[in-house]
């Protein structure tokens, strides 16, 4: 096995802690000990120690499989950012902000959220079914998402 890139691992775990992204510890590495890593490396080192998921995968929030293009579309943020929510992540008051608009005018306007992936837009706001429609996304017959929630 080759030697660690890592120089000091609790200093990589105080990073973890603060909520630091693989992005800013390669950068800070290069700048800090001229050692170049990749953002795979982070994450390794993150499920080798067992630290928390940097990520969180919600399928009941977004629980089609969705082609990249609108992965980062707004109301594909908004879901992931109020299943974190959710799941107890602090938020930035910002993102709380946008987040609770976005509900609010959902709920005010009787709306949820559909996804169609063989459309150009992706994502509609579309009349929730009573009874059926009971929370943010319009109630899909099975989920596609290839991403499952990881436990």
Do not use: C
């Not at 390794?44 to 293009?69: A, H, I, Q, S, V």
């Not at 608009?101 to 994502?123: A, C, P, S």
């Amino acid at each position: 096995m080759p030697a660690s890139k890592i120089v000091n691992e609790q200093e990589v775990i105080r990073w973890f802690e603060e909520g630091r992204t693989y992005q800013w510890m390669v950068t800070e590495y290069k700048r800090k000990y001229n050692i170049d890593t990749v953002p795979s490396l982070w994450g390794n080192f993150r499920r080798r120690r067992g630290l928390e998921r940097r990520t969180l995968r919600d399928d009941t929030m977004l629980p089609w499989g969705m082609k990249d293009e609108h992965r980062w579309l707004f109301p594909a943020q908004m879901l992931r950012a109020e299943a974190r929510r959710r799941a107890g992540k602090q938020l930035r008051p910002d993102e709380e902000k946008r987040i609770d608009n976005f509900i609010n005018r959902l709920k005010r306007d009787g709306l949820v959220v559909h996804y169609d992936i063989d459309t150009k837009e992706g994502f509609f706001y579309v009349p929730a079914r009573e009874g059926i429609d009971t929370d943010l996304i319009r109630e899909p017959e099975r989920k596609t998402t290839t991403r499952p929630r990881a436990d």
